[in-house]
């Protein structure tokens, strides 16, 4: 098993960073002996992988960062980087590799604080291993002050330092940030491939994969959890009944507020199995009384973990609505493909009966404008438009058609 099985349907990005990692390779290798290295042409000191959700973008950028920091013995008979089990690749894979740092957020942005952190730490050299690799794994959520403060390690790289960011697309990223990285695009995987990565890696009988490989549309990781989590393939067909009760203006906003409701459910019991934890163990690291009572001087401390939590409870609501939105978005791909007689295989073939049923009361034009609606709410919540009111001007715009 290779770096590269995780990668799914994207043989040509595989092939870039594959020939990059031996070029990378070689030139540490004729380092260590003291000879002048090639100009690895193949290889660049900053890549931004790009793609829509599903697609693998972290998963490409920590294969390479295990290609990168391979130590097998058979590179030196010709084999290929990545040989996923030497101890560079194995402790990368699982998260433990001294010389690889993966930021991700479970808040709605990263700050410049954080980000002078990533800078400062850009600037070592590798502790054990080959390089310094830094994967950023929600690059697009750079505020505008920590894409500056990041532009210039960008600009004037450590020697043996790899920047490895990613994002949905190019937009995402500053103009200034995009022009100094390598870019690969990734893209949707394969339905077949996705559920062929769920029977040999997770064990899921062939036919509940395929089922949640073609809901998802390809998106490994949801389909993961379609798969595997009986309360996401609830939550899925609550979503999929919506079409149907938005008859009235009742039923419009009744399933507006339902999906608001489900959404802040998903948030709290998150909450409730992280913040618990983060408090009681920064309590204990301030050395809280045995009463529960803290030392004088850690108010601050308390504050700024409780702000933090609070934006990641936002930030979970927002994921939460904007799954349900890609699944009524789905829905509304299949009604439309019904309409027009496409043959394309239906994401959304467990519920035929609502479809054929939506289809055959609304006409192509009117499902357009409701995929625009549901378009038009995602917008919305990305602009902090409040949720309920949000989600309501969906609903009711669903009604109209």
Known sequence: MTVWDDLVGQDRVQAQLSAAARDADARVTAEARGEQSADASKMTHAWLFTGPPGSGRSTAARAFGAALQCTSPDRALGGEPGCGFCDGCHTTLVGTHADIEVVRTDLLS???????????????????????????????????????VLLKAVEEPAPRTVWLLCAPSLEDVLPTIRSRCRHLTLRTPPVDAVADVLIRRDGIEPDVAMAAARATQGHIGRARRLATDERTRARRATVLKLPLRVEDIGGCLKAAQELIDAAA??????????????????????????????????????????????????????????????DLTGFYRDVLALQMGSEIALANGDVRDSLDR????????????????????????????????????????????
């Open 265 to 326: 459910e998903d948030a709290n019991q998150v909450a409730e199995e992280i913040d618990v934890k983060e408090t009681e163990d920064l309590k204990a690291a301030l050395g809280a009384s045995a009463g529960g009572r803290m030392p004088r001087g850690t108010a601050g401390a308390m504050k700024e973990l409780e702000d933090r939590q609070k934006r990641r409870k936002t930030r979970t609501q927002r994921d939460s609505l904007d799954l349900a939105l890609t």
């Open 358 to 401: 939506i289809a055959r009361a609304s006409t192509p034009e009117g499902t357009l404008r409701r995929i625009e609606a549901v378009v038009a709410c995602r917008q919305a919540l990305d602009s902090n438009v409040a949720p309920l009111l949000a989600v309501e001007a969906m609903t009711v715009a669903l009604r109209a058609g």
């Open 110 to 148: 990263i700050g410049v604080k954080e980000t002078r952190e990533l800078v400062r730490r850009a600037q070592l050299s590798p502790a054990v291993g080959r390089w310094q690799v830094i994967i950023l794994e929600d690059a697009d959520r750079l505020t505008e002050g920590a894409g500056n």
